[in-house]
């Protein structure tokens, strides 16, 4: 089944009690954000012997702990609320449940139902019938965002499943810090000897074994994750994992596409740098021990789900974007410049025909339309990713990002029947700004415009061996050479295969590097036009709408820009495709330098 973009959550089944009746669940315990054990028949005896207000101050009391803002508690209270009869509490409560939690589309039908039939007279009764409804809890967090979207209209680039891996498997996985024996062992299991793990700190890691990283490589990794995960918890206030996080380190695409499969059973498409899963906590990405700016992205949301599951999406996903690109400042870890600047520009945006929302529809985005919308529009996803990513960016130009996360991480809830409204986020984003959302809209758009404009400008910031980031081209590889470079090297390796026992896969492969190559030189011809167009072209200028208000910009930029860009994705598939034909070759007995 496809996924979204972001958030692929694993769940658990609970069960309604229907005929006008409550089944909450047939299990005995239910993982809540990885860690946290509800009783479900504890709960739903309670309920059926006709005491939700006990079952109310419960929830509501366990909701307050590490791991306790899930959407199963918050489905308690919410229905212990309407079989008191507080029917606009309660679908206050399965409100915020649909707006703040990452939920599968069945799961969203059955809170609907919820919030329809709580108006209905309800009976308690113990006997149920078994229709299964999942909400989920623990989780895998997909990161497309991680790496670029190639065709934002290829449904292939979602993740998706083999097998769900089952929650007492995922927590099967979780180790107290003194079990770091334990862990090794049971991880060994689960990836074999092709695998290297190392137990160090407040953490397994696990490498290829081909990667041959050492000790001193291995202290530097988790020395690194560590610091981060110190800022984050001290830095924004929040409660960090109390277990061993499994942190599983790819050389490259090919590795994390085995990894995922192997300890995830998904199947992971060429755009994903990374990925992270809540429920065993462990972080998954392309990394090298001096660039793991993508494992910084994922222990993010570890750490922020751990102690504030429903951070609502724009700020969830815009955040750990932030640390994807970052250094250190002092004792801060500071979001650098994002690629994702390119996905706000007018070409993207007319390529895909999408417009940038405004910032008072972006903050009230629910998982699903931050996502892409029901239908996982992917170009609407990015965009919203991007944007997202930006705004951050300007909030931390202001100084407020640790005043942000505050507020969100400690949001009031709908709370009971006598409690106000819960605030909306643009309520909470003005009291911490302290300005209205047009005056925050006009002053974002105004840094955003001149962001735009120094696309493709150096930055001292940016550069430097204390940034942290996702491996960049040079060191991912393909932008080490040009395409022509890569294109030899690619049919030298054809050439070795098709005297090889494999000479039956070389026809495949001939025909994937053609494409390739036809659709380079469609935008190579394209940028060397536009590098000749004539004089007076070339300073014409246009205007535009950007966020509503009048800008000005170089159509002739827009279009170098563009071409440059496509020319650089087929670049990028060519040296994946050389990626994938390298260890064939290997295997046949000729080893090529890369």
Same mark, same amino acid.
Request: charged residues 25%.
């Given at each position: ?54 079952? /109310? ?14 959407? /199963? ?158 800022? /984050? ?157 930006? /705004? ?16 969100? @991480? ?77 294109? @030899? ?106």
């Amino acid at each position: 089944m496809s996924l979204t973009l972001d958030e692929i959550y694993y769940s658990n089944t609970i069960f309604c009690m229907r005929n006008i009746i409550l089944l909450v669940a047939s299990i005995l315990t239910f993982t809540c954000n990885a860690q946290k054990k509800i009783d479900h028949q504890y709960f739903q005896q309670i309920l059926a012997a006709g005491d939700p207000g006990r079952v /109310f101050r419960e929830a509501t009391q366990l909701r307050k702990d590490v791991y306790g803002k899930c959407a /199963f508690l918050d489905y308690y209270i919410g229905k212990s609320l309407c079989l008191s009869g507080f029917v606009p509490k309660s679908r206050e409560w399965f409100h915020y449940i649909l707006d703040h939690y990452p939920l599968k589309q069945d799961a969203r039908d059955f809170i609907s139902n919820e919030i329809v039939n709580c108006a209905k007279p309800v009976v308690l009764t113990s006997s149920a019938t078994n229709t299964p409804q999942p909400l989920p809890v623990a989780g895998v967090s997909g990161v497309s965002k991680s790496g670029p979207t190639y065709d934002c209209k290829d449904k292939s680039q979602l993740i998706t499943y083999s097998d769900i891996v089952s929650d007492s498997t995922l927590e099967s996985r979780l180790f107290p810090l003194s079990e770091k024996n334990n862990a090794i062992k049971k991880i060994q299991n689960l990836v074999g000897r092709e695998y290297q793990v190392n137990a160090r700190d407040k953490y397994i890691l696990v490498t290829p074994e081909q990667m041959q990283i050492n000790a001193d490589e291995v202290k530097q990794v988790t020395d690194n994750l560590e610091k981060a995960k110190q800022f /984050f918890a001290s830095y924004y206030g929040l409660r960090a994992p109390d277990k061993l996080i499994t942190v599983y380190l790819a050389g490259n695409w090919d590795d994390l596409k085995k990894m995922g499969a192997k300890v995830h059973n998904l199947i992971i498409p060429e755009t994903i740098y990374g990925y992270s899963v809540l429920g065993d906590l462990s972080l998954l990405g392309i990394a090298s021990p001096d660039q793991i700016g993508t494992l910084y992205h994922e222990l993010f949301h570890l750490i922020v789900r751990t102690d504030a599951g429903d951070l609502p999406a724009w700020l969830d996903e815009g955040m750990a974007s932030l640390y994807s690109t970052s250094y250190w400042q002092g004792d801060v870890l500071m979001g650098g410049n994002s690629w994702r600047i390119a996905q706000l520009e007018s070409g993207y945006l007319s390529d895909t025909g999408q417009q940038i929302p405004l910032l008072d529809s972006l903050v009230n985005y629910n998982w699903q339309e931050f996502n892409g919308g029901a239908e996982t529009d992917l170009c609407r996803a990015a965009v919203n990713y991007a944007l997202a990513n930006h /705004f951050l960016l300007f909030i931390q130009s202001q100084n407020k990002l640790h005043d942000l996360v505050n507020k969100f @991480s400690k949001r009031p809830d709908p709370g009971d029947q006598q409690s106000p409204p819960a605030p909306d986020d643009t309520r909470l984003l003005e009291e911490v700004l302290q300005k209205p959302i047009e005056q925050v809209q006009k002053e974002f758009s105004d840094w955003l415009l001149l962001q735009s404009r120094n696309v493709g400008a150096s930055s001292n910031i940016n550069s430097g061996s204390n940034i942290n980031r996702p491996m960049n081209e040079e060191e991912l590889g393909y932008g080490a050479a040009s395409f022509d470079s890569w294109l @030899s090297r690619t049919n030298e390796l054809l050439n070795t295969l098709q005297n090889s026992p494999k000479s039956d896969m070389v026809p495949t492969y001939t025909k994937k590097v053609n494409a390739i190559e036809k659709k380079y030189r469609k935008w190579e011809t394209k940028y060397n036009r536009y590098l000749t167009e004539p004089e007076h072209k070339q300073s014409e200028i246009r205007e535009r709408e950007f966020f509503g208000q009048s800008a000005f910009y170089d159509p002739l930029d827009i279009n170098v820009n563009k071409a440059k860009a496509k020319m650089n994705e087929q670049k990028e598939k060519l040296w994946i495709l050389y990626k994938e034909l390298k260890p064939l070759v290997n295997n046949t007995g000729r080893q090529q330098a890369f």
